[in-house]
């Protein structure tokens, strides 16, 4: 059999493959329940992955940007891989299908009042230098 000079394909994303028989030692089928969920914390564990402190990161990273609603804070974190939904008082995040973390509506809620108010403040210093700008003979004076 004649293979293509590149073969095995290759690609720049790099990732491995988890290989498991669903066959025991006595020939029975070995139960699939949680089969993803198994199998992401032996890659976790493999790759050295603390899921928890990922996560934690992604929650701050989120928290860096502009948002204007808990739902466009959510979208944020869902483009970073994880299953977001609001419940009781919390944004709860999951991913393969185990909750990670919840994030109190409360301090999201904190955020968008800091950021309203830092708009607010924006608009201000705006208006300060367009004043001044008009009075002054050059940007230096200003």
């Known amino acids: 059999m004649n293979l293509p000079y590149d073969w095995p394909p290759r690609t720049d ?10 066959i025991d030692p006595q020939g029975k089928k ?13 890659i976790n564990r493999i790759m050295g992955i603390n899921e928890g402190q990922q ?10 940007y502009q948002f204007s609603t808990v739902p466009q804070f959510m979208a944020i974190l869902e483009t970073m891989g994880y299953e977001c939904y609001t ?6 995040l999951k991913r ?10 409360q301090l999201v809620e904190s955020k968008l009042a800091q ?6 403040r924006i608009a201000q210093l705006r208006a300060i230098l367009k004043k001044y700008r ?8 200003l």
């Open 55 to 64: 996560v934690s990161e992604a929650v701050s990273q989120a928290f860096q």
């Open 30 to 42: 070995i139960s699939d329940s949680l089969e993803k969920r198994r199998s992401q914390e032996v």
């Open 13 to 22: 994303n790099n990732h491995i493959h988890v290989i498991t028989s669903r």
């Open 115 to 120: 950021q309203k108010a830092d708009k607010k």
């Open 96 to 105: 393969n299908g185990e909750i990670l973390e919840k994030v109190k509506i």
């Open 134 to 141: 008009d009075i002054s003979a050059n940007r230096q004076e």
């Open 87 to 92: 419940e009781d008082e919390d944004v709860v």
